[in-house]
C-alpha cells in the first residue's frame, strides 16, 4: 500500500507504471512514462541498436552500429519516431489515469493494466 510510511524507498520500473496508476494511490510527483525512444536507447551486445531493451528478445530488427550513424538513427529512425509519436498521441483511449502513465508501453499493450484502450505502434 502507499499510505503506509516505510524507512526504506521503493523504484518501480516504467513498465509497471499502468499498474501503479490503476492499482494504488500513489502520489503524482512519483510517475514517469516511458523513456524508450525519447531518452534512452539501448544497445545490444551484437552492437544494435533500439529504442528499448524488451525488444531484442520481441523479434524486432536492431540497426547495427556504424561510423557515426548513432545520432541520426536516435533522431531520425523509424522505430524512434513511432514510438515518440504514440508516447505524444496523449495515451490510451477512454483511461482516466492516462495523465498519470503517460499512454503506458507503446510497444506491448499487453502489460498496460489500465482500462483503456492502449495499443501498440
Known sequence: MTTEKHSFKIGFDTCTVTGIARFTNTPHVCYEGCDAGRFSMFISEDMKMYPCSF???????????????????????????????????????????????LGGCPLFPEINLCPGQCSSI
Not at 63 to 73: C, H, Y
Open 55 to 101: 525488444m531484442v528478445e520481441a523479434g524486432y530488427e536492431g540497426t547495427p552500429i556504424v561510423g557515426d550513424n548513432m545520432a541520426d538513427f536516435w533522431q531520425n529512425g523509424n522505430p524512434f519516431k513511432a514510438i515518440r509519436n504514440k508516447l505524444a498521441s496523449g495515451g490510451c483511449s477512454g483511461c482516466q489515469k492516462a495523465s498519470l502513465c
